[in-house]
């Protein structure tokens, strides 16, 4: 049994997480972290990650709170040795390489997952194949209206790991500057982002040849698409050494 604890436990993907973990038999829900506070259903609510360290001792911790809170709570996290998965977006570079190093001295393992929907996952793995034969590739993003960062990291990694392919033909994309042509991740991809209601969570990347356009779509239809790869990763943190970033390097 390991003991978990949520952060951003009053949001949608932190209340869902931390209903879908109680229902399970090897972990224990242990403490929900959120400034809103809620009804934990018996499990404690705190204001914040030190109060809740200071009473409870997680063994895993899931961080899904506000993008301007990730950094400091999932720091706090690592600091007191407990080994984190993160969900939440938001996280620089420079940010992902400061919490990589306080995971590196405390001895616990950090995985950051962009997205943990399997299908989303698979389709950064196709794309990255087939960013070897193409030279111009385009990524459509769609989410909810509530959704604060944009482009989402689900397509930053996706575009990330297509110009960062072994063999990859990508150029750069013509237009370069212009509002109306997204903004170019990686160098490589044009990145568009849509924030409407009644939208959760869809993915295109879009390959165009001679005659021909390759297109890749995900599409989560509910929040529930992202559980089986919210329990695969609080399952396999305490068992990773160092920095991990895409559930995709979980699975195998």
């Known amino acids: 049994m390991t003991d978990i604890l949520v952060t951003g436990a009053a949001g949608k993907m932190g209340s869902l997480s931390a209903v879908t973990i109680a229902a399970q038999d090897d972990l224990d829900l242990v403490a929900l972290v959120d400034p809103k506070g809620g009804d934990g259903d018996g499990v404690p609510f705190f204001a914040d990650v030190a109060q809740a360290l200071a009473l409870t001792t997680p063994q895993a911790a899931l961080e899904f709170s506000v993008p301007g809170a990730v950094f400091a709570n999932t720091t706090a996290l690592l ?45 950064m793995r196709f794309a990255a194949e087939a960013a070897r034969y193409y030279e111009h590739a385009e990524v459509i993003e769609m989410h909810e209206k509530a959704k604060v960062d944009a482009p989402s ?6 575009a990330r790991l297509m110009a960062e392919a072994p063999g990859s033909a990508l150029q750069a994309p013509p237009g370069g500057g212009q509002p109306s042509r997204g903004l170019t991740a990686a160098g490589l991809v044009n990145v568009h982002s849509v924030r409407l209601p009644g939208v959760v969570a ?40 160092g920095t991990v970033v895409g559930l995709e390097n979980l699975l195998d």
């Open 79 to 123: 600091a007191a040795g407990v080994p984190t998965v993160v969900g939440a977006t938001g996280l620089d570079d420079a940010q992902v390489d400061a919490l990589s190093a306080t995971a590196s001295a405390a001895g616990v393992g950090l995985v950051i997952v962009p997205n943990f929907a399997l299908g989303a996952v698979l389709l």
């Open 153 to 158: 990291g689900t397509a930053l990694r996706t």
């Open 202 to 241: 869809h993915q295109e990347v879009l390959f165009g040849g001679d005659d021909e356009v390759l297109t890749l779509r995900h599409d989560s239809l509910s929040r529930h698409s992202f559980m089986s790869g919210v329990l695969i990763a609080l399952r396999k943190v305490t068992a990773v050494t």
